[in-house]
């Protein structure tokens, strides 16, 4: 039986890159790639209630809710089955964006939402969680800048709300420093993969096998 794998999700607000870092990483790793919301049917129906800007928002808490939905499908027919399988898997947001998102970004109380997100994913933690950091006004000008592929619903909340967001993110960072790594958006990209890759398998080890990225 092949050891269990390893979960790596890469957090920040809109426009820090970690999209990007995501999919380097996984490629560098050999890893499973994986996102939310939106990666299971269900979850990308979901999806669209919660970004779509032409769709009626729902209530801060409904929102809280419907992101446990996504995340309940994708923790069952996403990340165990990989997981179990062996394989390591890289995430485009987990747990923590919605304690940043709603809790500190949204007004809810974050510790009743870790008992939500607990319960939504059966305890499944992240071995470590990237925290690709900026500055929110350098995220403005990235979303600015690729403002062609359509701002979703959170994009379009403004400096105020993304600011709350990241330092939802960094309190999360401070307070569990041995599962969370922050690394400066700013850095040049390759560079910046190059650091995560190293500080991935320092903190980790080495993925059972390295190649591209699924």
């Not at 929110?136 to 105020?160: I, S």
Request: proline share 5%.
């Amino acid at each position: 039986m092949a050891p269990r794998g390893r979960l790596i999700a890469l957090e920040g607000i809109d426009g820090c890159g970690k999209t990007t870092q995501a999919r380097a990483l996984a490629g560098a790793l050999g890893a499973v790639l994986t996102h939310e919301p939106g990666a299971t049917e269900v979850g990308a129906q979901l999806r669209r209630l919660l970004l779509a800007p032409d769709s009626l928002p729902p209530t801060p808490r409904a929102e809280a809710l419907l992101m446990a939905a996504d995340r309940a499908e994708h923790v069952t027919l996403v990340l165990e089955p990989a997981l179990a399988a062996g394989e390591w898997v890289v995430t485009d947001r987990y747990a923590a964006s919605t304690i940043a998102y709603q809790g500190y970004g949204r007004g809810l109380d974050p510790a009743e939402l870790a008992g939500l997100v607990s319960w939504a994913v059966g305890g499944l933690a992240a071995d470590l969680s990237v925290l690709v950091d900026v500055d929110v006004d350098v995220a403005a000008t990235r979303l600015a800048a690729a403002g062609g592929r359509g701002a979703d619903r959170m994009e379009r909340l403004g400096p105020e709300f993304a600011s709350r967001v990241r330092q939802g993110f960094l309190a999360q960072a401070a307070g569990d420093p041995e599962h969370w790594l922050v690394v400066d958006g700013t850095a040049v990209a390759d560079a910046l993969t190059a650091h995560i890759v190293a500080s991935v398998r320092e903190r980790l080890g080495d993925a059972p096998a390295a190649g591209a990225g699924r």
